[in-house]
Each structure stands twice: as C-alpha cells, then as structure tokens.
C-alpha cells in the first residue's frame, strides 16, 4: 500500500515539472534570497477572485467580497437578489435566495482613494463550485495534532493576514478529529457515536457547532473530512454503514464541504470495476443532495478508475488526481524531479474539469509543513519552485488550498498565495483547464484559455540552469501582432509578432498573459 502511495505522488508531481534529476538551487533556504515579484496590493480598492459564485435555492449563503485596498472599505452590491443583503462593513453577503435564476449583480467597493466596480453572476441552481476551490486545510502542517484552536487561529489568520480580500473561502479540518479507537492518546479516546449514532468529535474539538459558527463569523466557510470507510486513513472513525448520520451531523454543525477519502474502504468495497469505485461516491453525494446546505463533496480516492471521467457525474466538485504529493520531504522532491509519470498530460486531464467539477492534484506545499516529526519546518521546496507549483496550479484550474501554516506566513510565501492576476487565472469564468502545448528538452510551454479571449502561458524550465523558453504563436493557435504581460511582476512587457521568449530561471517559470493586439 505504501509502495502505492509513494508510487502515486510521484506520479502526481510529474504533472508539474518532471525530468529534473536532481535540485542544485536546493541550498536556496535564505528568506532574504526569496525574490518577491508579487506587487504589494495598492491602497487604491481592487475587487479580486471569483466572478461567479453557485448555490442552490434555499441553502445559506456565505461569501465575502475580496477586495484589497486600505481600509475601512465601504462594501456594497447592486442588484442583490431578494433574500441576500451585504454588510457594508465587512462585505459579507448572507441570506438565502429561493428563486432559482441567474442574478447578475454589481459588486461595489469604496476607501478615501476611490471607488471600484466590478460584476458578479448568483447561480442559483443545483451546481456547486463553478469556479476551483481556494482555502487552507490542515493537513501538510498538523497533521494529526489538529485541534479547535488550531482552526479557529487559521479562520482568523485568513482574515488578518489579507487572504480573504484575494478570494480564500474554506477554512478545511482534515483527518483526525473523530475518535480514534486503541489510541494511546486520552484526548482521542471516547464514544465514536451518541446514542442516536451521531458521530461524535474527540475532545481536541470539544464543540463542533461554535467552531463553525465562529469560522461564518469571520465570512468564511468550514471544511471536514472523513472516509467511506470504518477508519479513515489515520485510523478515526469512518462513514461505513453510517453515512446518513454522518452527512446529517455535519450539516447540523454547518459544515460546508467534505472532503471524502477512500482509505479503509478498501478493505470491504472492492474496487474491480467502476461500479465498485463509484458506490461509495454516489451514495453519500446522493444524502449530501437532500441536506439544507450546501456542501461541496471532494473526492478523495488517488486517481482510481482514472477518476477524472466520472467525478462529477457521481457527483463530486472535485477529485484528486492522485496520491499524496508528500508524506514526507523527500517524496516531495522526489516526486517534483522524477519523469515519466505524467498524469495531467497523458491523461489529458484538461478534458474533464471544468464549472462544478475541478482536477484536484492536492495542495500547495509552500511556508512552513509538518516534518512528521512534531515540528514544522519550511518547504522543501526552492522559491522557483514554489512559483513553479503555484503558476502550474492556477494554470490547471487546480484547487488554490494552502496546507502550510497560516498563522505563519512570511512575506514571501504570502506574495505567492495572494498574486491577483495569476489568482484571475485560477479563478476565470469560463473555467477551461489549461494544458501543456510543446515540451522540448528541459523547457514546457502551458496554455490556458481565458473568458475574455485572451490567454494565459506558463514557460516553465525544468533544467538545471537558466535557459531560453519560447512561446511560439503557431503553437499556441495565435497569429500576428500580440500584447504581452508578466502576471507575477504584473508589468506589460510589450507587444510580440510570431513568438514570446524570455530567460526563465532553473527550475523557474515566467507566467504571462497574451491579448490579440
Ligand atoms: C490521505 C489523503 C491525505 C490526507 C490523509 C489523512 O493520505 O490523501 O490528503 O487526508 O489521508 O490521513
């Protein structure tokens, strides 16, 4: 099972870079070497993130409106729909809308410097998650020492740190904080269930409800996790043969999403055939449809039965693509440099996600993460490889969910979550995954096509040295004169006929956008 998991993120990874043998800048661990190429956000208001927003008639309705500039901001919408009101405050829309329907509606933003607008489409219908995904989960930094505390310092390191004014929702509990039956530790021992067969928390969350409640507070949405399985992978009490229970508990503490993952499942479902694989799926997706709330379902099962192509239809908002990217640093690493195993490519993953159904291929490992030792210790990961993994991501319609630690973020590692241009990328409307156009030697060049007729392109250079990476327009379907910009310095390089080249560093990318001249 190990062998198979090490085998499956790798395999994973090799979506990002592949065929690095070996990480000379590895010595790069100096803070003060991290170049930020981020803009630091203008006092000026900007409205950033999704412009699309799903929900289904009757649930509650949480989102707040990203928006950066110096505070106070004067938050506003025009055109609310019936139900739905804004605090001007804190901009957080909340209400419920009964009414089915598109609602296009204006969001407004204003500070002593000036005003922005921008708009913003209300589905009310029956899908979920029309644009990826963007949070925190604990899982890469707490592993199994999560606890209430720890939850309610990330909702609140969200809100402080800016994450919410670039579009960050989810605030996520991964594995641990059910019972935990044998465990040596007294904390995780107790009943797994009341006597009505409601799951119970472990006493490192010893109110379920208030920590939701606390995390709506702040304008953000909560996040659990559990396994169709007796035991999740961790060895907590699973859904097996409780789902019912289960999905309603969660819905009475306010859960907004779930993150389902398969672990000892196997040990009673088979996984043969598809049906096999999409039984456990398709029950509780079927019990989350008839709860009051929307919960958006994250499958969790490595990439199995090449997922991707039934994910949504057994309805699921997202699925991991494959294993673990890391349970340990050197499976990191390992996984950036190994070739060969390039799922998204070979698979073409970027047929198959798109509004209500995204490729999730884990979280982004950067800032400080578990060592599985009990400490946290930075990223393995060089900063050019970070970019690498953020730019990738956002090209991929990937999920943005960090699992560093939040309330720990340096200067840096912040400038990577909160670019708003590359993080416009992640979160276009149109929600068409990019993918690899031309791979040459240690060079790749990505494409992703954008709602406004434009493109975004990642040169990303998976060599050991500098080396020259060119997007030729014939390659990327495009034709004569063409207006180019870096996303991550945010800076217009100018105008291009035929192709686009630029120096990208070892193991570097150079993110940019292009618009028919
Ligand atoms: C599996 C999942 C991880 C994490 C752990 C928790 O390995 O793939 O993302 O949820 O279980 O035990």
Redesign the pocket.
Known sequence: MKKRRNFLFVAFYSILLLGISGCSDKGNRNPNTFEILTPKPSPVPRINGAKIFGVRPGSPFIFTIPATGSKPINYEVLNIPAGLSCDPKTGQITGVIEEPGEYLTTFRVTNKLGSAQREFKIVCGDKLALTPHMGWNS?YVW?NHVTDKIMRDAADAMVSSGMIDHGYMYVNI???WAIKPGSTDSTLLGEPRDIRGMVNSNKRFPDMKGLTDYIHSKGLKAGI?TSPGPF???GHIGAYGKEEQDIARFAEWGYDFL?Y?W?SYGKIGRKDTLPDLQKPYILISNIIRNQKRDIVLNL?Q?GMGDVWKWGKEVGGQSW?TA??LGGSFEGIATALFRDGFDVYSRNSLHLYAGPGGWNDP?YLLIGYLSNWKGETVPTPLTPNEQYTQVSLWSLVAAPLIFSGDITRMDDFTLSLLTNDEIIEVDQDPMGKPGYRVTKSGDTEVWIRHLEDGSCAVGLFNRGENSLNVTARWSDLGLAGKQRVRDLWRQKNLGRFNDEFSVKVPQHGVVMVRIWPH
């Open positions: 899982w592993e991964d594995d641990c996790y999740t992978c961790a993150k993952d672990c969790c490595y991991r294993g673990d884990d």
